[in-house]
């Protein structure tokens, strides 16, 4: 069983071998990208200058480098590199990976366990690495794209370091086309813009890009992005409508929004459109966005949102998505306020707190006598009777003090709420005296 996942046998060199299997880098110091945590002061870096390498947790998108880390950790240990794939892996199977890393000890040497898709692991899996780890039978290296806090258990948390990679920066993909025109021996016949247009479709990918990459090379002539568009496939977006990249980019609409720059959450609103979201639950996050971030600042918005949803239900896709565009622009350039919000949380906690104190007696009904004879309703004054129509009268339980939950702001529409609420004050205060 040792066989299928050590990593002793080797290629026959005489082999075809991909693009990206001949650039795989052979040092860490080849790595491209991730320099913030393999550079002598990253966390690596520190790790490996001091020989106090501990279980790890690679974060981070597709093709930026976490398989080749770990190899190359494990060669940079002295440790022996077994790699197994949790979405193939079995707990027989795991046993024996145990079984023959005790082994492996016991003859004085270590095994660096590069688990790939960790988080596929459900909970009974991921703690059964726990006693291993603990007395170094094996030293963990788990690789994943999702986030760890809701994936992983925090038993395995707690016994390694997580390391969040990034996706590769357009500098750091073109140093990869040199090194691939290096070894290819040739340039890449593509023109300037065009190898833009490669770098663009590879999406921050370094194994997608090298893929790209082999197909051109072996093109006649020289080619412009027109060409590319025709002969090559723009990898599709990064987005898992269940997974982290939801949650990420309805953050970044929504904090867009709140800062009132509309380029920027049309542009996060069409990345979530483009990866596959149901413009449904669009419509819905763009409502409370009016609900939450505008409220009564611009009470139109929320009747926008609405008739932008309502639209959308009469004329489908795509032609109905505009109307719920229009209506992330128009949030975007409203005046914000959450004050609304916020007075109904307060309102919520101290109905929580009073729990079931009763109305003041002077505002409750009296529809028959014995509640009149106990002084229900006795004492109310109509307001359309009193003078400026306000009688000024509590409202609250008698046994609780006044709550102050409403707070308008100076923008919008509630910068004349804002006076009509001071004006009664003034009035209540006067009414008191």
């Avoid at 909970?123 to 992983?152: C, R, W, Y």
């Avoid at 073109?174 to 999406?203: C, G, W």
């Amino acid at each position: 069983m040792a066989d299928l996942f050590d990593t002793a046998g080797e290629t026959p060199s005489n082999a075809p071998r991909p693009l990206a299997d001949r650039l795989r880098p052979k040092a860490l110091a080849e790595v491209i990208g991730q320099e913030h945590i393999l550079g002598d002061d990253g966390p690596l870096g520190q790790m490996l200058l001091h020989g106090n390498l501990s279980s790890l947790i690679l974060w981070g998108p597709p093709g930026v480098g976490k398989t080749t880390i770990a190899r190359l950790l494990a060669d940079e240990t002295d440790l022996t590199f077994v790699q197994i794939s949790a979405i193939f892996t079995g707990m027989p199977d795991l046993r024996k990976v145990f079984e023959a890393a005790k082994m492996r000890r016991q003859n004085g040497k270590g095994t660096l366990l590069f688990v790939d898709e960790i988080h596929r692991f459900n909970k009974a899996q991921q703690d059964g690495f726990l006693p291993h780890m603990e007395d170094g039978t094996i030293l963990l290296v788990g690789a994943t794209t999702e986030n760890p806090s809701f994936e992983l258990n925090s038993a395995v948390l707690s016994r390694a370091q997580v390391m969040i990679l990034n996706r590769l920066t357009l500098a750091e993909m073109e140093l990869l086309i040199q090194r691939a025109e290096k070894e290819m021996n040739k340039a890449l016949p593509v023109t300037a813009d065009a190898r833009d247009a490669l770098m663009e479709m590879a999406d921050g990918d370094g194994r997608a890009l090298l893929n790209l990459l082999e197909q051109v090379f072996v093109w006649k002539g020289k080619l412009d992005r027109d060409d590319l568009s025709k002969r090559l496939s723009r990898r599709a977006p990064k987005y898992d409508k269940s997974g982290e990249e939801h949650y990420n980019l309805i953050s970044a609409l929504h904090k867009s929004v709140r800062g009132s720059d509309p380029d920027a959450a049309l542009y996060w609103f069409a990345r979530m459109l483009q990866g596959g979201e149901d413009p449904r639950y669009l419509a819905r996050r763009i409502t409370r966005m009016a609900v939450e971030d505008i409220g009564l600042a611009d009470p139109d918005a929320q009747r926008l949102c609405l008739d932008a949803w309502q639209t959308y239900e009469r004329l489908g896709s795509p032609e109905g998505e505009l109307a719920l565009a229009q209506s992330v622009m128009y949030l975007a350039l409203a005046p914000k306020s959450n004050a609304s919000y916020a007075a109904y949380k307060n309102a919520m906690a101290a109905a929580k707190q009073t729990g079931s104190e009763p109305p003041p007696k002077h505002i409750l009904n009296a529809p028959t006598s014995m509640m009149k004879d106990q002084g229900f309703g006795k004492g109310y004054q109509y307001d359309h009777d009193a003078e400026d129509g306000f009688s000024g009268q509590n409202y609250f339980p008698d046994s609780m003090k006044r709550g102050v939950y409403y707070l308008p702001v100076e923008r919008g529409n509630e910068r004349e709420l804002k006076k009509r609420l001071d004006y009664f004050a003034k009035l209540r205060a006067k009414r008191k005296d």
